[in-house]
């Protein structure tokens, strides 16, 4: 019994410490009540007090910034494959044994430089052969001349028939046909024997090359000896969407140079600087783009073939644009706007127009002067009227 009861009076001392702890006001006003009624006979005087805590005392740490004036580029953004302004695969035009590799792997070369040399010999002989057969005809030719001749002297002498003359003729002319067809043959031995020595078609750098010497070389084979790459200028492909045609080609067709400036594939370097070169006269109905091409002089060697980039095509420059940072702009339902804040330390809201957006900024075309506070940090926070202090 004696524990029930220790119980009972344990509980009751727990209740009632939970009661004041969670309750303090109560207590405290009814004491008050108390003794105001007792000293004054009933009239109560108190003045108000406010909850702790009160969301209606407190201000939201805010950070602001302004508008300002700045030069601001349209520009349109797109992944790119650089591409070299040229590509050839060196190929044989003759068939024979690889004598000679006469370049370096990665060699710089000119138009013309001689690449390779393959076993001239079997070309030097029919050449010979062709020049013999050439000389051969020609003896026949004026032999056949010099009888024509004799012919239609004696034919005017009326010394022989008319028919024997005319056959003369014939055998004139056949010698004739034979020589151009063997002259022909002698220029086309000649240019046999010459494609013996392998040239450079264009400038450019050579890759790694695919064959070595002494093996048998096949004209025009699919794979060729190496290939050459025209890297300076080099050229970059890449696509925009469609809906930015009407600018870009109206400025294209007009002749007007337009700037595209190439950065690393994660943005975090500018690489180049060049102009667009062409644009492709069909959209691709898969992807809604259209196909452009720029031209890099490539001087530094930043650009290399089937590299990734980003493109960025200027559309125009503008000068002295009102711009504002991005991450002071605000969505909704109506549009774009900014909290201001005003003279009281409170904000409100304003619409804003927006133009361009570039490298962070956006300009602002209508809605906000130079002079206005607009809140950057803290817009989480905030509604229309909300208290603020701004930190600097």
Known sequence: MRTLLKLLLLALIIGGASYYYFFPSSISG?????????????????????????????????????????????VVSSLGTVIPSQSVT????????????????GQLVKKGDVLAKIDPRTYQAALDQAKGSLAQNMAKLNNARQDLKRYQTLFKQDSIARQEVDTQQALVREYEANQKTLQAAVEQAELNLGYTSVV????????????????????????????????????????????????????????KKLSVGISSKDNSRELAQGVLVSMDNQVDSTTGTVKLKARFDNQDYQLFPNQFVNAKIVLQDIQGALVLSNDAIQYNNEGAFVYLVQDDNTVKTQAISLGVVNNGLTQILS???????????GLDRLRNGSKVEIVK
Not at 36 to 65: C, I
Not at 207 to 232: C, H, K
Not at 370 to 377: H, L, R, Y
């Open 30 to 74: 009814s004491t008050e009540s108390s003794s105001s009624s007792n000293s004054s006979g009933g009239a109560v005087a108190t003045g108000s007090r406010e909850p702790r805590g009160g969301m209606g005392a407190m201000s939201t740490l805010v950070k602001v910034t302004h508008a300002y004036p700045s030069a601001i580029q349209e």
């Open 90 to 105: 060196v190929r044989s035009q003759v068939d024979g044994i690889l004598q000679a590799i006469l370049f370096e792997e």
């Open 200 to 255: 450079a078609p264009i400038d450019g750098r050579l890759g790694l090359r695919t064959v070595d010497v002494g093996n048998l070389i096949t004209a025009n084979s699919t794979e060729g000896l190496v290939v050459i790459t025209q890297t300076q200028p080099i050229d970059v492909s890449f696509a925009i969407p469609d809906s930015y045609i009407d600018k870009v080609a109206k400025a294209f067709y007009a002749g």
């Open 367 to 377: 809605g906000l002067s130079e002079t206005d506070k607009v809140v950057i940090e």
